[in-house]
């Protein structure tokens, strides 16, 4: 698969053959959502596509003020792509925001931060090649009901796959009693397995849009799935979390469900994912690999690591941006928060997955998820591990036995570091410990994207009462 067109040219070509009637031109803010403008396809020519889109960038949150708002996008024609759900026919092109005020990409635009991230890599003459192979897990639900006020709040999110329909009744359809049981759903086949053929329509129409699919399957919880796809370059990458997100999403809408990429919505199951596949390459060759040193890791890839968990405090403000990421970090449900690594070993923070030669050969980060920006998070992650080769950092590890079996006193005794226990901690790490960002990150960035997480995910969370404390305090 990849990409369809490489030049204006072509995308013009592209747009005939296709008879296209509507260019969508989409960007991404600082939580990850994907935004879009629509252009009748005749309204679009060559001149716009190079000089870009205008559009306002005050009305974007943490973004710009209303005296300065107007911003361009910049079309990156390369991407463009079919948008498969449209009723007429529409071509989605992916677009970096740029500044008109200081003429250069925007600061706080989380694709060219990453791209920024990527020149830094190569003006500090470490590689020139970076790949991430993101992993993200999703549920279906069936129905999904939300309601919060000043006296009440609460939720209810439902499957056909939960264990708690046991006793429902469908009606003259039955209750077959096939379902997958509270951490018994990997790998079940049909009738426990209900999700077949709507992850098998998710899996063709993701390579409609140019994603190279590589399986699909049931996940440990109740009513969650995966799709493997292909690993990319950062931003190719980045770019498929947002396509492969649009793509579940909209399936399921269109079959009459609900998809989450939501961390934690079922206690006392498994959560949600996004385990980050990354290696550094340089003229051809894999600078993680290392032929017979501890699962073929080289010096370099263990620096780059120790870089990642010397700074995973402030490192995770960005790849578990939520409240609710800390609730799928706790011992118990395949999450590791546990900072070591080990081969093959999914108890770990990072597992190097089996692979015996230098193709293969790459560090998996296993705790970042979904709510988390691919952009920003890829971007922080790598400088974090750059910091690491330029300091020598070397992790603690490596260390093969299951670790979900230690204690926390065990952990202390063992002198291995842990993951933040919540938002509030891992923004306050991300105040005190942002120098190793300053290369590619502006200092206004980093405060305004912690006091937008504290404002957007903390306060919120921190100032309203839960079901559990009236359940275990009300009556105190």
Same mark, same amino acid.
């Given at each position: 698969?990849?990409?369809?067109?490489?030049?204006?040219?072509?995308?013009?070509?592209?747009?005939?053959?296709?008879?296209?009637?509507?260019?969508?031109?989409?960007?991404? %803010?600082?939580?990850?959502?994907?935004?879009?403008?629509?252009?009748?396809?005749?309204?679009? %020519?060559?001149?716009?596509?190079?000089?870009?889109?205008?559009?306002?960038?005050?009305?974007?949150?943490?973004?710009?003020?209303?005296?300065?708002?107007?911003?361009?996008?910049?079309? %990156?024609?390369?991407?463009?792509?079919?948008?498969?759900?449209?009723?007429?026919?529409?071509?989605?092109?992916?677009?970096?925001?740029?500044?008109?005020?200081?003429?250069? !990409?925007?600061?706080?635009?989380?694709?060219?931060?990453?791209?920024?991230? !990527?020149?830094?890599?190569?003006?500090?003459?470490?590689?020139?090649?970076?790949?991430? *192979?993101?992993?993200?897990?999703?549920?279906?639900?069936?129905?999904?009901?939300?309601?919060?006020?000043?006296?009440?709040?609460?939720?209810?999110?439902?499957?056909?796959?939960?264990?708690?329909?046991?006793?429902?009744?469908?009606?003259?359809?039955?209750?077959?009693?096939?379902?997958?049981?509270?951490?018994?759903?990997?790998?079940?086949?049909?009738?426990?397995?209900?999700?077949?053929? !709507?992850?098998?329509?998710?899996?063709?129409?993701?390579?409609?849009?140019?994603?190279?699919?590589?399986?699909?399957?049931?996940?440990?919880?109740?009513?969650?799935?995966?799709?493997?796809?292909?690993?990319?370059?950062?931003?190719?990458?980045?770019?498929?979390?947002?396509?492969?997100?649009?793509?579940?999403?909209?399936?399921?809408?269109?079959?009459?469900?609900?998809?989450?990429?939501?961390?934690?919505?079922?206690?006392?199951?498994?959560?949600?994912?996004?385990?980050?596949?990354?290696?550094?390459?340089?003229?051809?060759?894999?600078?993680?690999?290392?032929?017979?040193?501890?699962?073929?890791?080289? %010096?370099?890839?263990?620096?780059?690591?120790?870089?990642?968990?010397?700074?995973?405090?402030?490192?995770?403000?960005?790849?578990?941006?939520?409240?609710?990421?800390?609730?799928?970090?706790?011992?118990?449900?395949?999450?590791?928060?546990?900072?070591?690594?080990?081969?093959?070993?999914?108890?770990?923070?990072?597992?190097?997955?089996?692979?015996?030669?230098?193709?293969?050969?790459?560090?998996?980060?296993?705790?970042?998820?979904?709510?988390?920006?691919?952009?920003?998070?890829?971007?922080?992650?790598?400088?974090?591990?750059?910091?690491?080769?330029?300091?020598?950092?070397?992790?603690? *590890?490596?260390?093969?036995?299951?670790?979900?079996?230690?204690?926390?006193?065990?952990?202390?005794?063992?002198?291995?570091?842990?993951?933040?226990?919540?938002?509030?901690?891992?923004?306050?790490?991300?105040?005190?410990?942002?120098?190793? !960002?300053?290369?590619?990150?502006?200092?206004?960035?980093?405060?305004?994207?912690?006091?937008?997480?504290?404002?957007?995910?903390?306060?919120?969370?921190?100032?309203?009462?839960?079901?559990?404390?009236?359940?275990?305090?009300?009556?105190?």
């Amino acid at each position: 698969m990849g990409k369809f067109v490489n030049n204006i040219a072509e995308f013009n070509k592209y747009c005939e053959e296709n008879e296209v009637e509507f260019i969508d031109f989409r960007f991404t %803010d600082i939580k990850g959502a994907w935004h879009h403008i629509s252009y009748r396809a005749s309204a679009v %020519d060559d001149g716009m596509l190079e000089a870009g889109i205008p559009f306002d960038g005050s009305s974007i949150e943490a973004w710009q003020p209303i005296n300065e708002s107007d911003m361009i996008l910049k079309a %990156d024609i390369e991407t463009a792509f079919m948008d498969p759900f449209t009723a007429d026919s529409t071509v989605i092109v992916i677009c970096d925001v740029y500044d008109i005020y200081k003429d250069e !990409l925007y600061a706080k635009c989380p694709r060219s931060i990453a791209k920024k991230t !990527l020149k830094h890599m190569e003006e500090q003459n470490i590689g020139d090649e970076a790949f991430f *192979g993101p992993e993200n897990e999703f549920f279906i639900f069936d129905d999904v009901q939300i309601w919060t006020g000043i006296n009440q709040s609460g939720y209810r999110v439902d499957s056909e796959e939960g264990e708690w329909n046991d006793d429902t009744s469908y009606g003259d359809m039955g209750n077959m009693g096939h379902r997958p049981r509270t951490k018994g759903g990997y790998f079940p086949t049909m009738p426990t397995d209900t999700m077949v053929d !709507l992850r098998a329509e998710m899996m063709l129409l993701l390579e409609e849009v140019g994603l190279t699919v590589m399986l699909g399957h049931h996940e440990v919880a109740q009513a969650q799935g995966e799709i493997g796809i292909k690993f990319g370059n950062m931003i190719e990458a980045a770019d498929n979390v947002q396509k492969y997100k649009y793509v579940v999403k909209m399936v399921a809408h269109l079959n009459g469900k609900s998809a989450t990429f939501m961390p934690k919505p079922l206690y006392g199951d498994n959560g949600n994912g996004m385990h980050v596949h990354q290696s550094i390459w340089k003229d051809g060759k894999n600078l993680f690999y290392k032929e017979g040193a501890y699962a073929n890791l080289s %010096d370099t890839a263990l620096n780059y690591l120790g870089g990642i968990f010397r700074h995973a405090t402030a490192v995770s403000a960005f790849t578990n941006p939520s409240t609710n990421s800390y609730k799928r970090l706790i011992p118990g449900f395949e999450a590791p928060s546990i900072l070591t690594y080990s081969s093959q070993n999914r108890s770990a923070a990072c597992r190097i997955p089996y692979g015996a030669g230098e193709m293969a050969t790459r560090i998996e980060t296993r705790f970042p998820d979904s709510t988390a920006n691919p952009y920003l998070c890829f971007a922080v992650l790598m400088m974090a591990g750059l910091d690491g080769i330029k300091n020598k950092d070397i992790p603690v *590890g490596p260390m093969n036995e299951d670790l979900f079996e230690l204690t926390l006193d065990e952990i202390r005794e063992k002198n291995i570091p842990q993951m933040p226990h919540t938002l509030r901690e891992a923004l306050e790490g991300l105040v005190a410990d942002n120098d190793f !960002l300053k290369p590619v990150f502006t200092q206004d960035f980093i405060d305004v994207y912690q006091h937008y997480q504290f404002e957007r995910q903390v306060w919120p969370d921190e100032g309203r009462p839960t079901a559990f404390e009236f359940s275990s305090t009300y009556s105190c």
